[in-house]
């Protein structure tokens, strides 16, 4: 069964510096979209992205983030300078229609 | 404004009792997407179930099984017999009308803890 693909599971980062996490979506899908649980919290949409561009974000996501699809295959998450409060689980996911699939999520420490 | 209320942040059951979640949305479009998720304690999200806000029938899947109202907009979720492979964080979202790609984007509630113990 297809499934999305996150790289790294877990990363540890030095305040300040930048992160880049990977997804690997659907081959067929066409939608993508990022989101963030903060450790005890609810998850939360931060981006979606068709058709090369960003087509939506919420307030969460501010110059901080940006979002690229470099190649025909890959879907990565870019945060510039890291704080502390941006360490969170980041799930990426994928959608052709009524489906969101999620990946199995990325842990990012910053410490 | 919160769209999905989960009100129960922890129901601790003894193994095999019955377990009820409750999940109570607000929309404004007629057509919307709900769903059911399973976060184990190793943080994935395990898809449950998808309901369209046009299809008001219950649903039973094993031990699980949902009740969507649309008169009282809740979309409960009861697990059977409760077992401790239960115990996780269960979420529920919704997905609303709009653009095509407004699909894939949730917005969920709070979560429920749920605690089984043997």
């Known amino acids: 069964e297809p499934e999305v693909t996150q790289t790294p599971s877990h990363q540890v980062t030095q305040m300040g510096q930048e992160v880049i996490l990977r997804c690997v979506p659907i081959s067929n899908h066409l939608y993508f979209y990022w989101y963030r649980q903060i450790l005890g919290q609810k998850v939360e949409f931060l981006v979606s992205f068709y058709n090369n561009e960003i087509s939506e974000k919420s307030e969460i996501f501010d110059d901080q983030f940006s979002v690229e699809r470099p190649d025909g295959s890959n879907f990565t998450l870019k945060i510039r300078s890291t704080k502390l409060e941006d360490s969170a689980m980041y799930f990426c996911a994928s959608s052709e229609a009524f489906e969101a699939f999620f990946g199995q999520g990325t842990r990012l420490t910053v410490v | 404004a919160q769209k999905v209320t989960q009100a129960q942040t922890e129901i601790s059951v003894v193994e095999k009792e019955d377990v009820t979640l409750d999940c109570v949305y607000e929309?404004?479009?007629?057509?919307?997407?709900l769903f059911w998720y399973k976060q184990p304690p190793s943080g994935e999200l395990v898809f449950l179930i998808r309901r369209n806000s046009f299809d008001e029938q219950n649903e039973i899947s094993g031990r699980y099984s949902w009740n969507f109202q649309k008169s009282t907009s809740s979309f409960n979720f009861t697990i059977t017999a409760s077992q401790v492979v239960d115990s996780a964080v269960y979420f529920c979202?919704?997905?609303?009308?709009?653009?095509?790609?407004?699909?894939?984007?949730?917005?969920f509630g709070a979560g429920t803890q749920v605690v089984v113990t043997p």
């Open positions: 929309t404004r479009d007629t057509t919307y997407y």
């Open positions: 979202a919704l997905s609303e009308a709009g653009t095509t790609d407004s699909w894939g984007k949730l917005q």
